[in-house]
């Protein structure tokens, strides 16, 4: 009785976000020798985050929250290092994850974590914070990043539901199952 | 002061909150001239500024999409600096820490305790309301009997029958979608006409609770014989397009705001109030004081106009009707009626010099007991409306002699009230922490690995709200601060607010409930233990180390109550006070008892008997 089809569920139908959320923040263009660096950004989020790179940053892409996290990313310090340990593994991003989640610099490994929440949460959790010891018994994101990086985060779709306040399913939905994981998340590299 | 030319209005209110709208609904419509103030400012023009305040709010409370704001320079506003400031959630912090609930300087009660009032309200087009959850129960018969009944409290001065025609009106003013037959067969409770609307279907999570029930036994808190079942929560909330709104689409946050309006708030029958053209409302304008003339009529309301949240002020005036009607809310409507001091009113209007006066008094809330589990299987929360069923059986029986009797509020946003997820589980799992509670070996994932496991947990999570019955206490106060004021200068509301052992008994009973329904699903509970300085915590048993938490529902209850006889009662039945035959003090704040039921509904059905009463009795 519902319609359901991985389109609507998935929901990256531009014109009803712009009319929903009213202000798209869309980033500035980013310079030309910033394109490379973009591209690889996107590719190491979805190792990074375990989420295929065309779900991130899908080829008709209105949105483009990848310049908005990609720019988020950049403003921090350990943001030149972090991309070096990409670029020295430009076909191997699932490679370049890993060492920078094991890396022995605190500020490149917790910045890679800020990387994951910002596509998860899309909230800037910034990498100082993640990294205090002990640990905060609440952990306080500096800011969401925008209206639209919280209606894209992903945190919601791997729950297989969607942000709170922003369902684009028909009524009566939440009775039955949602669709299985696979069709809200395509896991990187299966 | 000078009275402003306003002899045309029959009538003033006080608040455009779901109170004061219905009436002035009805008196517009039979050609009756209406002024409502109200101390907050109009809706934007498009929803969506509301909107984006809450989804950039790091801290999504049920105060974030409203003005004014609740930060300044990263910390808490100062409600000295506000005009017509509001309590939030963020300020009933430990003593000391951020949001210290007893920081005049962050929060805008004054609380005395010993225990924290956690409830709060808006000042805005549309009151508390904006941020209601929309569930939109009936009272029991026996919750207006408390007294006959169970030998507790007090008896209402009025009966179920007296208002079931009035509830029906009301659930076709404000839009409800339920199941009457439902309701009469678990609750036994009769409906003369059905609801406008068809049910809101039951979600996942209920379904899971429900295949529970028929096993399920709960001892020791006289529940014992209860033939347990989850029944669908009747609620103002589109099953179909009603009022010109639309149907619900499951945004999962009613709480703080409908995103398309599918929840009924005030600001509906405000419309429709204003569409008659004999209704005004004038925003940020601040009720400061209730005048009465020697007759002991009421004869003006001193307001204050002022520009913005922390603007100057624009006037001062008075203003004049026939019948006056104090619709903003349990805390603000005493706090006006108690700023009222004059010769002829010394402790205040509608407080009966020389006798016991009540104003102020017997404040009541639905103190809330939180449970919250992972079940075995995937029960997919965060999704639907924020709750679509409940268990309601429990809501009456002889256990009332002995504790508080308590509904249970299904959640359908997994762990968001308890824990603050998704977020806490997901930081969890990224950077190694355990807050949650389920990343016990502090892994820090990412990659697929991190897409599974947070599926796991997301995917299991569920929570249980009790909303337990409060007795009234006259020690349980709104008074006013003799040191803190708002920006205009009127003193801010001081509470005093403590939960007697009836109502501890019956938080008590609900821990123990919770847990037997976790059981009976095999559901793994994570209810964790309050911090010793959490205010809204009690050692329980008493005297031992183990100690209950309690949230406000938002339900602020009882301090101008109804009775059969004025001594011992601000208003009679029709709200009416006793003492200045044209003042009407309207809202939650004259249930003499609360019940279990949220107060919406019976608010409203009382409101629209008040104002029956108004143009066929009164203004006629």
Avoid at chain 2, 64 to 78: A, I, N, V
Avoid at chain 2, 117 to 139: D, I, Q
Avoid at chain 2, 301 to 309: A, E, N, V
């Amino acid at each position: 009785m519902i319609d359901f089809t991985r389109r609507k569920v998935l929901g990256v139908a531009a014109g009803t976000m712009a009319s929903a959320i009213g202000a798209v923040q869309l980033a500035e263009p980013a310079a030309a020798d910033d394109a490379a660096d973009l591209d690889l950004f996107v590719r190491l989020s979805a190792a990074l985050t375990g989420i295929d790179a065309l779900q991130l940053a899908p080829l008709r892409d209105p949105l483009q929250i990848k310049r908005v996290y990609f720019k988020q990313a950049k403003s921090d310090p350990a943001f030149e290092s972090l991309m070096q340990i990409v670029r020295a593994n430009p076909d191997d991003p699932a490679g370049a994850a890993g060492k920078i989640m094991n890396d022995p610099d605190p500020k490149i490994k917790y910045l890679g974590r800020s990387i994951i929440l910002a596509w998860y949460l899309g909230a800037w959790y910034q990498p100082t914070v993640l990294a205090q010891t002990p640990p905060p018994s609440s952990v306080v994101p500096l800011k969401i990043i925008s209206p639209t990086a919280y209606t894209q985060a992903w945190a919601w779709r791997v729950a297989q539901a969607h942000p709170m306040g922003y369902s684009e399913l028909r009524f009566g939905y939440w009775s039955d199952e949602p669709l299985p994981i696979d069709d809200f998340v395509k896991l990187k590299g299966a | 002061m000078r009275a402003e030319k306003t002899d045309e209005f029959d009538a003033l209110i006080v608040g455009s909150g779901v109170s004061g709208v219905l009436i002035a609904k009805k008196l517009g419509q039979a050609n009756k001239r209406v002024l409502i103030l109200e101390a907050g400012q109009d809706l934007p023009p498009d929803i969506n500024e509301y909107m984006n305040r809450f989804l950039t709010a790091t801290a999504k409370v049920p105060e974030s999409p409203y003005p004014p704001e609740l930060f300044h320079g990263g910390k808490l506003t100062d409600p000295a600096t506000v005009n017509a400031g509001r309590p939030t959630v963020l300020s009933l912090g430990a003593k000391g820490g951020p949001g210290d609930w007893q920081d005049p300087k962050q929060s805008y009660l004054i609380q005395d305790g010993p225990l924290a009032f956690g409830s709060t309200y808006e000042r805005v087009n549309g009151g508390a309301a904006r941020h209601w959850l929309g569930t939109s129960l009936r009272f029991l018969p026996a919750d207006f009997e408390m007294k006959s009944r169970y030998g507790r409290f007090t008896d209402w001065p009025i009966k179920y029958g007296d208002l079931e025609s009035w509830y029906g009106e009301a659930e076709k003013e404000i839009g409800v979608a339920g199941d009457a037959q439902e309701q009469t067969n678990h609750l036994g409770i009769s409906f003369s006409s059905p609801y406008p609307m068809p049910k809101i279907p039951l979600s996942r999570v209920d379904k899971a609770v429900d295949a529970a029930m028929s096993g399920l036994q709960v001892g020791g808190v006289g529940l014992d014989e209860l033939q347990w079942r989850v029944s669908s929560t009747p609620a103002a909330r589109n099953s179909q397009p009603y009022q010109d709104r639309r149907v619900c689409a499951g945004n999962t946050n009613c709480i703080p705001i409908c995103p398309i309006q599918a929840k009924y708030d005030p600001s509906v029958t405000l419309a429709e109030a204003l569409r008659t053209g004999n209704v005004q409302v004038r925003y940020r304008c601040a009720a400061s004081a209730v005048e009465v003339d020697e007759t002991g009529r009421v004869s003006g309301i001193d307001y204050i106009q002022f520009d913005g949240d922390n603007g100057p002020v624009i006037r001062r005036g008075r203003l004049t009707a026939k019948v006056y009607i104090l619709a903003g809310n349990a805390i603000e409507t005493p706090r006006l009626l108690l700023m009222s001091k004059s010769e002829r009113t010394p402790d205040g209007v509608a407080n009966r010099r020389g006798h016991d006066g009540v104003i102020g008094k017997f404040l009541m809330d639905h103190p809330l007991y939180l449970a919250w589990a992972l079940a075995p299987r995937p029960v997919w929360g965060y999704r639907g409306p924020l709750s679509t069923a409940g268990i309601e059986v429990c809501r009456d029986g002889e256990f009332r002699r002995d504790r508080g009797a308590f509904r249970i509020e299904i959640g359908n946003e997994g762990w968001n009230f308890p824990i603050g997820d998704p977020d806490t589980t997901t930081v969890d799992l990224v950077n190694g922490l355990n807050n949650s509670q389920l990343n016990k070996d502090n892994k820090a994932l990412f990659g697929p690995a991190l897409v599974k496991e947070l599926n796991d947990k997301l995917s299991r999570q569920f929570r249980l709200g009790f909303l337990i019955e409060q007795s009234p206490d006259d020690s349980n106060t709104v008074s006013l601060s003799a040191t803190a004021k708002d920006r205009l200068g009127l003193p801010r509301p001081r509470i005093s607010y403590n939960l007697s052992d009836y109502t501890k008994r019956g938080l008590a009973a609900a821990k123990t409930t919770a847990t037997a329904i976790f059981d009976a699903m095999n559901a793994d509970q994570f209810t964790s233990a309050p911090p010793v300085d959490d205010p809204s915590s009690f050692p329980w048993p008493s005297g031992q180390m183990t100690r209950l938490k309690y949230y406000g529902a938002g339900h602020i209850v009882g301090t101008h109550r109804m009775g059969s006889a004025a001594a011992a009662s601000a208003v009679n039945d029709m709200q009416q006070s006793w003492d200045h035959q044209n003042l009407f003090l309207v809202g939650s704040g004259t249930f003499p008892t609360v019940g279990t039921a949220n107060p919406t509904l019976t608010i409203a059905a009382l409101c629209l008997r008040t104002a029956d009463h108004i143009l066929h009795r009164v203004l006629n």
